[in-house]
């Protein structure tokens, strides 16, 4: 369950500890790893994992490209926000599109029409494509629990396939990289956030997000509990009547199992005192992949995802 609470001293206090944690990860990688990368969608862990990229290695550009997996149903705001942070800080963007795989035979369309599974297999050649041997990701322990099981440096073996059982002992923030060729890294710095911590993080520093994050007006349908809205992933089946509604995301992913919530939450204020009395992450509320199985997540770490 997440809970938010306003930012006293003591939660700001707790900012400031995880700030610290988040630029050392940034910073220990850099030193310890030849090729990084950071996954980079747009959306507001991730926004915040550059913003606190940024930071770390301030003035100096960040060292690493950004590499977004574009399954293809993304919102259109989230990708004008990517590219638009890119060029305002003179990134390097490199773009994974699923559909390059489909079209060439490497992968097929799921009958269901999500395409969240299909990101693993380009997110994997593109890694070793561009030799990458350690990417960060935004992932947090409090989203769902095959992440809770996560260790801040992730060992993958030589086929991006995350074992459980192989993770090791990280105490008092030392951070083991040592891989074998062909191995890679995934790196965290985001694992002992909540979403308390990103609402008033972002709150803090004033990070700039996509416009779907707050409440606007957008033609919806419920499908699984969940409002969906129209895309190149298609519209309402049969029966499912439209209705336009004032909605904001908790989180954005492929729009095909990525669902809106009823609010009127249009300020960060106004987001965290809304979340405060959800009983649900914004990964369980919202996202509808992840209610494929009991071990959806957990299945798709140990094939290579995050």
């Known amino acids: 369950m997440t809970t938010l609470e306003p930012a006293t001293d003591a939660a700001q206090d707790n900012l400031a500890a995880l700030e610290s944690e988040a630029i050392h990860i940034f910073r220990e990688v850099a030193g310890e790893f030849d090729r990084p990368v950071i996954l980079f969608s747009g959306g507001k862990d991730s926004t915040l994992l550059l913003h606190l990229a940024i930071k770390a290695f301030w003035p100096a550009p960040v060292p690493f490209p950004l590499l977004h997996v574009d399954t293809g149903h993304n919102f259109d705001e989230v990708l004008e926000f990517r590219d638009r942070v890119v060029e305002k800080y003179g990134l390097r963007l490199v773009v994974a599109k699923v559909q390059d795989w489909i079209d060439d035979g490497r992968l097929e369309e799921r009958s269901d029409g999500i395409r969240n599974p299909l990101q693993t297999t380009p997110l994997l050649e593109t890694i070793a494509a561009n030799k990458y041997d350690a990417v960060f990701g935004g992932g947090r322990r409090d989203e769902e629990r095959a992440r809770a099981k996560e260790r801040i440096f992730s060992l993958r073996n030589a086929f991006g396939q995350w074992e459980p059982k192989r993770q090791r002992p990280e105490l008092w923030n030392l951070y083991n990289g040592r891989h074998r060729a ?125």
């Open 182 to 306: 062909g191995e890679q890294v995934r790196v965290f710095p985001l694992s002992n956030w909540t979403e308390a911590d990103v609402w008033n993080y972002i709150a803090r520093e004033d990070v700039d997000l996509p416009s779907i994050y707050y409440a606007h007006q957008r033609e919806v349908w419920k499908r699984d509990g969940m409002w969906l809205a129209e895309g190149p992933w298609g519209g309402p089946r049969p029966g499912e009547e439209i209705k336009e509604l004032t909605v904001r995301y908790r989180t954005v992913g492929d729009g095909s199992c990525t669902g809106a919530v009823e609010s009127t939450a249009s300020t960060v204020d106004e987001v965290i005192a809304e979340v405060s009395a959800s009983r649900l992450t914004e990964r369980g509320a919202t996202r509808a992949d992840d209610r494929l199985s009991e071990a959806a997540m957990e299945d798709r770490k140990r094939e290579g995802y995050f």
